[in-house]
């Protein structure tokens, strides 16, 4: 997932529970400009900055690590 569509899924988010960017910041103790940064996809937060906020909005933060096939030589 890229940065720009975790920041659109937060917007929607806390606009669909209207919150205001300062209160959700607040609530979730991150900085006010990290958020708007966030939002706008010009950041790349930390998954403890996300999980701060994902918690106050109800959302979860689910990290996968995909396999990679490697091919044999014979």
């Not at 899924?9 to 806390?14: A, E, G, H, V």
Request: charged residues 25%; hydrophobic residues 40%.
């Amino acid at each position: 997932m890229l940065i720009q569509e975790i920041g659109n899924s937060i917007k929607l988010r806390r606009k669909a529970l209207k919150i205001t960017q300062p209160n959700l910041a607040q609530l979730a103790k991150v900085a006010t400009n990290t958020l708007y940064k966030i939002e706008r996809g010009q950041a790349n937060p930390t998954i403890d900055i996300l999980e701060k906020i994902t918690d106050v909005l109800g959302l979860e933060v689910k990290l996968e690590v995909k396999k990679v096939l490697t091919k044999t030589v014979s």
